[in-house]
């Protein structure tokens, strides 16, 4: 009896030990996952996948950026000069265009005879750009040149200034511009909340009668609840009219629209933190600054903000690492368009919503799936740090500095 | 007056002033989608399905699908957060473990939902070859509320003062008995507190299930964990970006929110209650 009382006591130990353990393995889940998946994004072709392009074999012109790709194909850059190539315009061709130069019967009955005319057009024309169907591929001739299939390499994804997922031949993810949008409704965010929260904390930590402070903060704890979803709901049918009639625009779904709610939905936390350090400075500190003679708002704003500072800092750490992440709300009211450089009264994209916006629509295992793997490996990061950096300061003792 | 002293007025006058503001701010969001949406609130709207292309009828499928989800993750949540609680605070002691395990806890607490959204879509759902189905958005949603039920349960372990602890070994009790008679009848009020706040953030989240579990419209009742289901938060979220009839599907859009916030703010409430009366009867002691 005492034996199996005592194993039945290890087997429960183990299994306490183990769950122990849970939210280690999940981290160490969540970041072999998603790394993974994103890594697979320099694993792939800088062309969209089962075609290539194809230029005439005399061209210098050995590979291309995904950006000049583009450009190319929008006739944004027309001379080969501007990639290194011969001082010659630049003539772009897309499968399609091969039906208006021959007529249906030239290919033959199956389509066999496509690829000799596609060789065909390429040895004829020295400044030719070919978009084909890897299916199609022209015959190898003297005159074709495949350009290298290059991978997308780091400095596309992070120094990339656009975000087409979409685009043809090339799929631009540039990440840059998702970058400053998250960034600017993030910071914009907190410059809102900030002063209004720390405002509130010293009203309710010095100034609130006892009763007041207990309600207030209760139901401002309360507030901190309310789905993200909601408050996207509010920003879209309240906020967004408000600031399209107030700043004149054409629409209000904007960068500052964003930041607002953030800034509300940030409030209860910063509220919250911040009061809690001005409430924790001792007693001796205030007391001693009165019998100096100081009045009570000296008193706040000589000892009682200082003496807590690390605990604001931390408030507004956490506040911007809350905002960086928050997903719903941003994606509801922001207008949702990756353009560079953002500005407030823009629409602009952040990184979180791009990923909630886009995910349904990019098939497994693809590029875009890959990319967006990556920008949740970038969000990943940033809420570590940010969370590394809160604990950092929060631990500093309390009265350093005064 | 001195300086000093008009300075102080007007100080305090700005901070009155800023606490009503941002108070009123707050209670206006809560106030106006209450005036919104409790027009909309009726027994039929609750128990009904959405019909005509959700511009009538109710959200039923929706209030069910949430239920389902907060139960899915809960059955997995809730005795894993538990256990794990009581690993770190009765067993493991004060080593580098547990200073590890904490921080651990604390960093998966502050990582976004849509990462877990991702992560789900990636293991559960592809690797796992779930599908979008119940079971997929009940395990992203337990990871993502496995911190608060961790942390309400190693503060409610904390509360039980160690003489009972002392005391039960004194009697001869072994640490299993203890933990089972003496620990755990004591604490269990305020872990419960953390099952209600953790139901309280499972249905309002929506990124976690947009690629996991949620349906756009799915007026049956599922079947089996396999199935997809529809959720409130989602319901809210497509019902006002991505609707043909804005200006109809407004009012289903307000008392959809007003629902939501009900459970959200109740399970709150009640959590905070149940915490408060825990704690007077703990000091009696």
Same mark, same amino acid.
């Given at each position: 009896?005492?034996?199996?009382?005592?194993i039945?006591?290890?087997?429960?130990?183990?299994m306490?030990?183990?769950?122990g353990?849970?939210?280690?393995?999940?981290i160490l889940?969540i970041?072999i996952?998603?790394?993974?998946?994103?890594?697979?994004?320099?694993?792939?072709?800088?062309?969209?996948?089962?075609?290539?392009l194809y230029?005439h074999?005399?061209n210098?012109?050995?590979?291309?950026?995904?950006?000049?790709?583009?450009?190319?194909?929008?006739?944004?850059?027309?001379?080969?000069?501007?990639v290194?190539g011969?001082?010659?315009e630049?003539?772009?061709?897309?499968?399609?265009?091969?039906?208006?130069?021959?007529?249906?019967?030239?290919?033959?009955?199956?389509y066999?005879?496509?690829?000799v005319k596609?060789?065909?057009?390429i040895?004829?024309n020295?400044?030719?750009?070919?978009?084909?169907?890897?299916?199609?591929?022209?015959?190898?001739?003297?005159n074709?040149?495949?350009i290298?299939?290059?991978?997308?390499?780091?400095f596309d994804?992070?120094?990339?200034k656009?975000w087409?997922?979409?685009s043809?031949?090339?799929?631009q993810?540039?990440?840059?511009?998702?970058?400053?949008g998250?960034?600017?409704?993030?910071?914009?965010?907190?410059?809102?909340?900030l002063?209004?929260?720390?405002?509130?904390?010293?009203?309710?930590?010095?100034l609130?009668?006892?009763?007041?402070?207990?309600?207030?903060?209760?139901?401002?704890?309360l507030?901190?609840?309310?789905?993200?979803v909601?408050?996207g709901f509010f920003?879209?049918?309240?906020?967004?009219?408000?600031?399209?009639?107030?700043?004149?625009?054409?629409?209000?779904?904007?960068?500052l629209t964003?930041s607002?709610?953030?800034?509300?939905?940030?409030?209860?936390?910063?509220?919250?933190?911040?009061?809690d350090?001005?409430r924790n400075?001792?007693k001796?500190?205030?007391?001693g600054?009165?019998?100096?003679g100081?009045?009570?708002?000296?008193?706040i704003?000589?000892?009682v903000?200082?003496?807590?500072?690390?605990?604001?800092?931390a408030?507004?750490?956490l506040?911007?690492?809350r905002?960086?992440?928050e997903?719903?709300?941003?994606?509801?009211?922001?207008?949702?368009?990756?353009?560079l450089?953002?500005?407030l009264?823009?629409?602009?994209?952040?990184?979180?919503?791009?990923?909630a916006?886009?995910?349904?629509?990019?098939?497994?295992?693809?590029?875009?799936?890959?990319?967006?793997?990556?920008l949740?490996?970038i969000?990943?990061?940033?809420t570590m740090?940010?969370?590394v950096?809160?604990?950092?300061?929060s631990?500093?003792?309390?009265?350093?500095g005064? | 007056?001195?300086?000093?002293?008009?300075?102080?007025?007007?100080?305090f006058l700005i901070?009155?002033?800023l606490?009503?503001?941002?108070?009123?701010?707050?209670?206006?969001i809560?106030?106006?989608?209450?005036?919104n949406?409790?027009?909309?609130?009726?027994?039929?709207?609750?128990?009904?399905?959405?019909?005509?292309?959700?511009?009538?009828?109710?959200?039923?499928?929706a209030?069910?699908?949430?239920?389902?989800?907060?139960?899915?993750?809960?059955?997995?949540a809730?005795?894993l957060?538990v256990?794990?609680?009581?690993y770190?605070?009765?067993?493991?002691?004060?080593g580098w473990?547990?200073?590890?395990?904490?921080?651990?806890?604390s960093?998966?607490?502050?990582?976004?939902?849509?990462?877990?959204g991702?992560f789900?879509m990636?293991?559960?759902?592809?690797?796992? =070859?779930?599908?979008?189905?119940? +079971? %997929?958005g009940s $395990?992203?949603l337990? #990871? &993502?509320v496995?911190?608060?039920?961790?942390?309400?349960?190693?503060e409610a372990?904390?509360?039980?003062p160690?003489?009972?602890r002392?005391?039960s070994?004194?009697?001869?009790?072994t640490?299993?008995?203890?933990?089972?008679?003496?620990?755990?009848?004591?604490?269990m009020?305020?872990?419960?507190?953390?099952?209600?706040l953790?139901?309280?953030?499972?249905?309002?989240?929506?990124?976690?299930?947009l690629?996991?579990?949620?349906?756009?419209?799915?007026?049956?009742?599922?079947?089996?964990?396999?199935d997809?289901v529809?959720?409130l938060?989602?319901?809210?979220?497509?019902?006002?970006?991505?609707g043909?009839?804005?200006?109809?599907?407004r009012p289903?859009a307000? =008392?959809?929110?007003?629902?939501? +916030? %009900?459970?959200? $703010?109740?399970?709150? #409430? &009640?959590a905070?209650l149940?915490?408060r009366?825990?704690?007077k009867?703990?000091?009696?002691?």
């Amino acid at each position: 009896m005492k034996k199996m009382r005592r194993i039945l006591g290890k087997i429960v130990e183990g299994m306490l030990t183990l769950s122990g353990m849970v939210t280690t393995v999940t981290i160490l889940l969540i970041i072999i996952f998603l790394f993974k998946e994103g890594a697979g994004l320099f694993k792939s072709p800088v062309v969209e996948e089962g075609y290539q392009l194809y230029v005439h074999s005399s061209n210098p012109v050995n590979s291309l950026t995904p950006i000049e790709i583009k450009q190319m194909f929008d006739v944004d850059i027309d001379n080969w000069k501007t990639v290194g190539g011969e001082n010659s315009e630049i003539m772009v061709f897309r499968f399609d265009d091969i039906f208006n130069l021959y007529s249906d019967e030239e290919f033959g009955s199956d389509y066999e005879l496509l690829p000799v005319k596609l060789e065909e057009v390429i040895s004829q024309n020295k400044n030719i750009i070919a978009f084909l169907p890897s299916q199609y591929a022209p015959k190898a001739g003297v005159n074709v040149k495949n350009i290298e299939a290059k991978k997308i390499s780091i400095f596309d994804f992070f120094g990339g200034k656009e975000w087409i997922p979409t685009s043809k031949p090339a799929h631009q993810f540039g990440v840059l511009p998702l970058i400053w949008g998250t960034l600017l409704v993030s910071i914009v965010a907190i410059l809102i909340a900030l002063p209004l929260g720390i405002g509130v904390a010293i009203y309710l930590s010095e100034l609130a009668q006892n009763r007041a402070r207990h309600y207030l903060k209760f139901t401002i704890e309360l507030l901190a609840g309310i789905p993200s979803v909601v408050y996207g709901f509010f920003g879209l049918v309240v906020i967004v009219p408000i600031v399209q009639r107030l700043f004149q625009l054409d629409v209000g779904e904007t960068a500052l629209t964003g930041s607002i709610i953030l800034a509300i939905m940030a409030l209860p936390t910063i509220i919250t933190v911040s009061e809690d350090a001005m409430r924790n400075t001792p007693k001796s500190l205030r007391e001693g600054s009165l019998a100096l003679g100081a009045n009570k708002w000296q008193t706040i704003y000589r000892v009682v903000i200082p003496s807590s500072i690390s605990g604001i800092s931390a408030a507004v750490v956490l506040g911007i690492g809350r905002a960086i992440g928050e997903t719903m709300a941003v994606l509801m009211v922001t207008g949702n368009a990756a353009i560079l450089p953002p500005s407030l009264f823009e629409p602009v994209r952040t990184i979180p919503a791009t990923i909630a916006a886009e995910l349904g629509e990019a098939p497994t295992g693809g590029t875009h799936y890959q990319a967006l793997f990556l920008l949740g490996c970038i969000l990943f990061v940033i809420t570590m740090v940010i969370s590394v950096v809160a604990e950092m300061i929060s631990k500093k003792p309390q009265n350093s500095g005064v | 007056m001195t300086k000093k002293s008009i300075n102080e007025k007007v100080a305090f006058l700005i901070f009155r002033v800023l606490g009503i503001v941002v108070i009123g701010i707050l209670f206006w969001i809560l106030g106006f989608i209450i005036y919104n949406g409790i027009g909309v609130i009726s027994w039929e709207f609750l128990t009904t399905e959405p019909t005509e292309g959700m511009t009538a009828g109710g959200i039923f499928p929706a209030i069910m699908g949430t239920l389902t989800l907060v139960l899915g993750s809960m059955v997995v949540a809730f005795p894993l957060g538990v256990m794990s609680a009581i690993y770190t605070q009765e067993y493991a002691g004060k080593g580098w473990t547990v200073r590890f395990i904490r921080v651990m806890t604390s960093n998966l607490a502050s990582i976004p939902s849509i990462v877990f959204g991702l992560f789900g879509m990636a293991l559960f759902v592809n690797k796992l =070859g779930f599908g979008d189905s119940i +079971i %997929a958005g009940s $395990l992203t949603l337990s #990871l &993502l509320v496995l911190p608060v039920v961790i942390r309400t349960t190693e503060e409610a372990l904390k509360a039980i003062p160690n003489s009972y602890r002392t005391g039960s070994y004194a009697l001869g009790a072994t640490k299993l008995q203890t933990i089972r008679k003496v620990i755990l009848p004591m604490a269990m009020p305020n872990i419960f507190t953390g099952l209600i706040l953790s139901i309280g953030r499972v249905s309002g989240e929506t990124a976690p299930i947009l690629f996991t579990v949620a349906a756009y419209f799915l007026p049956k009742l599922p079947s089996s964990i396999f199935d997809q289901v529809m959720a409130l938060p989602y319901h809210l979220y497509v019902l006002a970006t991505s609707g043909a009839n804005m200006e109809q599907t407004r009012p289903i859009a307000y =008392g959809t929110a007003l629902v939501l +916030i %009900a459970i959200v $703010l109740m399970m709150n #409430l &009640l959590a905070s209650l149940i915490r408060r009366k825990m704690n007077k009867k703990l000091k009696m002691q």
